[in-house]
């Protein structure tokens, strides 16, 4: 995983002053899902940091909630 995919996420979370969409969540959720993110512990926290960030800006419950499952799945 290139830090270039986390940063990009960092920019469109932190730097837009629309709310995040499902489309963010869905881009998240498959770059945890990447074979490499098991391999590659250097990205972790940071990934863990922009994950924290985003569900705590997150204002749709359900959304936190439906996102927290599909990480508890993996």
Known sequence: ISKTCITDRYFIAFNTREELGDRFYNSLYSLLLRPEM????????????????????DKIGSRQTAFIKRMLTM
């Open 38 to 57: 098991s391999v590659e512990t250097k990205r972790h926290p940071m990934l863990l940091n922009l994950i924290y960030r985003t569900m705590s800006n």
